[in-house]
C-alpha cells in the first residue's frame, strides 16, 4: 500500500506505525481476531497519535483511540466534517452519499426527511418479514445441511433479503448486488471503480423506472420528496440511494458472522442464549461491542488544537469504532465479552447527528436472525478443519465460516 509523506505539523514523537489495513492482525488471516489486535493501542503510547497510512489510498490519519475523544470529535461537525466524497471518488467525482457526507444544517433537513423510512412503528411492521425470511432460509439449511457456510447460506443472504424488502425492492438481483457491495468495501482500486459504476447504474435505473411508473417503494418515496419547497435533484436521489444500498447489506452480515463465530466457539453462552432467547437483546448489544466493523473518518475544516494536538485544514481524523469499544476507561474489561454487560453505550452505530439511521433495523436483524438461527439449529461449532477468515480494513469483515452440528 502507498503511504504519503507524513506532514511537517505532525511531532515525530506521536506517529505511529499502526494500520487498520496493514497492521498485524489485519489481512485476511484463519482464525484471526482483528479486534483484540487494534484493541492494544490502549496498552501504551498517547490516546491521540498519527498514521502515516490508515485508509484504503494510504493516506495518513490522526486516529483518536479514547472513547470520550472519539465522542467530542464526532460532535463537533463545525470542526470535522463528514463530507469526503468516499464513494464517488471512485469514479472520479465529488457529490456526497446522503445524509452520511453531509454536515449541519443541510445534514439536519435530509435526516428528518428520512426520519420516517426508520422509524420504530416501520421497523415493527417490518419484524414479521424479517422473522419469515431468517425462518425460510435456516429451515432450508436444515433440512438439507448438517453444516454450511453461515455468510454464504444465511447472513449475506439474509440481510440483503430483508434490505430489499425495506426498500421495496425486488430480491432477484440480490447476489449481483452482494458482489458490488463486497467490492466496494474489500476490493481493489480497479473493482472499488467498476462496482461504484455499477451501483450508480443501478440506482439511476431504478429512478428512471419509478419516474415511469410509481410505486409503494423506497424510490418512488425518494422522487416524489420535497426538501424547502423543492423536489431532489438527480444528484440526491443518487447520493440517498448509493447510501441505503451500501450501508445495509455488508455491516450487518459482518455483525451477524462475528457473532456466529463467537458462539460457535463459546458452547454455554451459545446454550445459554438457547435457553434463555429474551437474553439476546442484550447478549446483540455486547457483540456489537465487542465486533464493531466501522472505522469512522472526518475532515478537519480548519487548523485546530485537540488535546494538545496540532491537527491542520484537511488533515482525516479517524474514530475507529472497535478501538473506542475496547477502551479500559470506559467498559470494565473490554476484551471480555459479557454478555449481561448494563449500561452499554458503544458506538457501533456511530456517534453524534451522524449516528446510523438504520441503527434500529439492523439491532432488530441481528437479534431476529440469531433468535431463528438458535431455536432451528441444534448445539453447533466450527467444522474441523476449517477456520474463519477475518480481516480488518474501512471495514472490518469474517468470511469461511463453516458451521457443524452432525
Same mark, same amino acid.
Request: glycine share 8%.
Given at each position: 500500500m502507498k503511504t504519503n509523506p507524513i506532514p511537517d505539523h505532525v511531532p515525530p514523537a506521536l506517529v505511529r506505525d499502526f494500520s487498520l489495513f496493514t497492521s498485524p492482525g489485519m489481512a485476511p488471516t484463519p482464525n484471526g481476531d482483528p479486534h483484540a489486535a487494534v484493541a492494544c493501542v490502549h496498552d501504551n503510547g498517547p490516546p491521540i497519535f498519527y498514521s502515516p497510512s490508515n485508509t484504503r489510498d494510504g493516506r495518513g490519519t490522526w486516529v483518536i483511540t479514547r472513547a470520550r475523544d472519539q465522542r467530542r470529535v464526532l460532535e463537533d461537525t463545525e470542526t470535522f466534517s463528514s463530507h469526503r466524497s468516499i464513494?464517488?471518488?471512485? $469514479? &472520479?467525482?465529488?457529490?456526497?452519499?446522503i445524509p452520511l457526507e453531509l454536515d449541519p444544517p443541510a445534514h439536519g433537513v435530509f435526516r428528518a426527511l428520512l426520519n420516517p423510512l426508520f422509524s420504530s412503528r416501520r421497523v415493527l411492521a417490518l419484524e414479521p418479514t424479517i422473522h419469515a425470511r431468517a425462518g425460510a432460509l435456516i429451515d432450508c439449511i436444515a433440512k438439507e445441511k448438517t453444516s454450511c457456510d453461515v455468510m454464504k447460506d444465511f447472513a449475506l443472504p439474509f440481510t440483503v433479503s430483508v434490505f430489499l424488502s425495506f426498500l421495496g425492492l425486488s430480491q432477484r438481483r440480490s447476489e449481483v448486488l452482494v458482489g458490488w457491495v463486497s467490492d466496494l468495501l474489500h476490493g481493489n482500486a480497479e473493482k472499488r471503480t467498476a462496482a461504484a459504476r455499477s451501483v450508480v447504474a443501478f440506482i439511476d435505473e431504478m429512478a428512471a423506472m419509478r419516474r415511469k411508473?410509481?410505486?409503494?417503494?423506497?424510490?418512488?418515496?425518494? $422522487?416524489?420528496?420535497?426538501?424547502? &419547497? *423543492?423536489?431532489?435533484t438527480e444528484e440526491e436521489v443518487r447520493g440517498i440511494g448509493v447510501l441505503f444500498l451500501v450501508a445495509g447489506l455488508d455491516t450487518v452480515a459482518a455483525a451477524i458472522g462475528f457473532d456466529m463465530a463467537y458462539l460457535a466457539r463459546n458452547p454455554k453462552h451459545q446454550e445459554l442464549l438457547r435457553n434463555e432467547p429474551d437474553r439476546l437483546g442484550l447478549a446483540a448489544e455486547e457483540l456489537l461491542r465487542a465486533y464493531s466493523t466501522v472505522q469512522i473518518i472526518r475532515v478537519a475544516t480548519k487548523d485546530t488544537e485537540f488535546e494538545g494536538v496540532p491537527i491542520r485544514e484537511g488533515d482525516y481524523v479517524s474514530c475507529p469504532a472497535m478501538i473506542a469499544n475496547r477502551d479500559p476507561s470506559e467498559f470494565k474489561c473490554p476484551n471480555t465479552i459479557d454478555l449481561? *454487560?448494563?449500561?452499554?453505550?458503544?458506538?457501533?452505530? &456511530?456517534? &453524534?447527528?451522524? $449516528?446510523?439511521?438504520?441503527?434500529? $433495523?439492523a439491532r432488530r436483524e441481528i437479534v431476529i436472525g440469531l433468535r431463528e438461527w438458535l431455536a432451528r439449529i441444534p448445539a453447533f461449532r466450527i467444522k474441523e478443519g476449517t477456520?474463519?477468515?477475518t480481516h480488518g480494513g474501512h471495514v472490518f469483515g469474517i468470511s469461511n465460516i463453516i458451521l457443524t452440528w452432525a
Open positions: 464513494f464517488a471518488s471512485a $469514479l &472520479g467525482e465529488n457529490w456526497p452519499v411508473s410509481p410505486a409503494v417503494d423506497f424510490m418512488t418515496f425518494a $422522487l416524489q420528496a420535497k426538501i424547502e &419547497g *423543492r423536489s431532489l449481561a *454487560r448494563q449500561d452499554n453505550q458503544h458506538t457501533a452505530f &456511530g456517534y &453524534g447527528p451522524h $449516528l446510523c439511521h438504520g441503527a434500529h $433495523l477456520a474463519p477468515i
